[in-house]
């Protein structure tokens, strides 16, 4: 089956760098994405990996191993407007987009 | 730049009813989506459609319809509501049918009693 795995809720302290990973099981694989959603908003697109490695962003950067299935969203520097939800995404074989839960990220003062 | 609109904002509908959830784009993308979001579920995906006239079916699209007469619109309708249909509904856009990044609107909140 298809799966996308990422943790339910952390917390990080402002102006401290956190790593948010996602682990996918999709049929083929055509890119790995990741959202931010503020609560009561709409998903917003912040990086698309297809190829192994690390794409930086500005303050964001995200990495992709397709070999173990595994990415992770680096973010640096956290402010408070950072506090809302990620969501991982994998494109299967489908060219369709399977999605994880989100992970909820609580920015501390 | 408009992007995406949905409408409603929100509804409250009575079980058995019917109703139409209406999402337009303005940037000519070829490819539009629908979501429902819940709480402790990633976004699933309801109907698609990679072009106009086109249309396909998604992860959960039992007892909901779609249309695609032209590139800007593509409306959502469940036909008999139930309760179960309570959820987020997010219309999304992307310039092609394939893995590309998608621009979502900004949500119906609908609630069946």
């Known amino acids: 089956g298809q799966n996308i795995d990422q943790p339910t809720e952390m917390t990080a302290t402002e102006g401290a760098i956190v790593q948010i990973n996602c682990t996918y099981q999709?049929?083929?694989?055509?890119?790995l994405f990741w959202y931010q959603q503020h609560a009561g908003e709409a998903p917003t697109f912040l990086s698309y990996?297809?190829l192994d490695g690390l794409e930086e962003k500005g303050r964001f950067s995200s990495f992709l191993s397709r070999s173990k299935g595994y990415s992770y969203l680096l973010l640096k520097e956290l402010q408070m407007k950072d506090s809302a939800s990620y969501l991982c995404a994998g494109g299967d074989s489908n060219y369709q987009l399977i999605w994880g839960a989100g992970t909820k990220l609580i920015i501390k003062p | 730049t408009a992007g995406i609109t949905q409408a409603p904002t929100s509804q409250i509908l009575a079980a058995g009813r019917s109703m139409t959830l209406r999402c337009t784009q303005d940037?000519?993308?070829?490819?539009m989506y629908w979501y429902r979001q819940d709480l402790g579920l990633g976004l699933r995906l309801i109907h698609y459609s990679n072009t106009a006239g086109t249309t396909g079916k998604g992860e959960v699209p039992d007892g909901y319809s779609v249309s695609r007469a032209n590139t800007d619109d593509f409306p959502l309708t469940l036909a008999s509501a139930v309760p179960s249909q309570t959820s987020v509904y997010f219309c999304?856009?992307?310039?092609?049918?394939?893995?590309?990044?998608?621009?979502f609107g900004p949500g119906t909140r609908l609630t069946v009693l």
């Open positions: 990996n297809v």
């Open positions: 940037m000519r993308h070829n490819a």
């Open positions: 999709t049929s083929g694989f055509n890119g």
């Open positions: 999304a856009s992307s310039d092609s049918g394939g893995v590309d990044e998608q621009f």
